[in-house]
């Protein structure tokens, strides 16, 4: 089945442990990005990349770190910077139309706890 | 800067009851707009999405939204609400006139269901 796989489900750190969050896809899709979900706040955008080796700022990207070798791979590092990393964290894919036009489609999540 | 406006945090309605989300949108291009459903620890699911053409669009689930230029909304409309919908609903935009194609997400609608 074609889809976006995250991992862990959950994950705890302690701090001032950098941490890596997984994130695969195999919908053969060129743009992926990475969101971070905390209560009564919606979905706020850390980074995104449209193409392989590419990516770019989104509007929290302070404390984050991401790479992006491969098509079906987009890792978000959280890093010790980070102040507040206790969050839901969610992956999504999209083709790369132009205009704009495109779904992202959400993995399951992962949730970050700091201890 | 772009936003997405959900006025009702949470909203309750009995099983069997008619149901309308709302969402307001402030931008300046034509829109692309989404509906998205979250379930507890979960992702989220595509619920609809409207790009142009016909402003009722169809969804799954029995969901229904509709664009409303001159008011700048796209509300969420079902006619008879089962005790599964029970949920975060969260509408999200594209600014299609930007040149960027983040999604902007609102702060997200609970739904309660009462049996």
């Known amino acids: 089945d074609g889809g976006i796989t995250q991992s862990p489900k959950y994950l705890f750190r302690k701090e001032g442990q950098n941490v890596t969050l997984s994130c695969e896809q195999n919908l053969n899709h060129d743009a992926m990005y990475w969101y971070r979900q905390d209560p009564g706040q919606g979905l706020r955008l850390i980074y995104y990349s449209q193409i392989v080796n590419d990516f770019q700022k989104g509007d929290i990207a302070e404390g984050y770190s991401v790479s992006r070798e491969k098509k079906e791979s987009f890792p978000l590092t959280v890093t010790s910077a980070q102040k507040n990393p206790t969050a839901f964290y969610l992956c999504?894919?999209?083709?790369?139309?132009?205009?704009?036009?495109?779904?992202?489609?959400f993995g399951p999540g992962t949730r970050l706890t700091v201890l | 800067a772009q936003s997405v406006t959900q006025p009702d945090i949470h909203i309750t309605v009995s099983e069997g009851a008619s149901l309308e989300l709302r969402c307001n949108y402030s931008y300046g291009a034509t829109p692309y707009l989404f509906w998205y459903v979250q379930s507890p620890g979960q992702g989220l699911q595509l619920l609809l999405k409207?790009?142009?053409?016909?402003?009722l669009v169809q969804g799954i689930k029995g969901f229904e939204a509709e664009f409303k230029r001159s008011q700048s909304s796209f509300n969420l409309r079902k006619p008879s609400v089962h005790w599964s919908d029970a949920a975060e609903y969260f509408c999200a935009v594209v600014d299609s006139g930007a040149g960027s194609y983040q999604l902007t997400f609102g702060k997200g609608t609970k739904l309660s269901v009462i049996p």
């Open positions: 999504a894919s999209s083709t790369r139309t132009s205009g704009g036009a495109d779904t992202q489609y």
């Open positions: 409207y790009f142009s053409g016909d402003t």
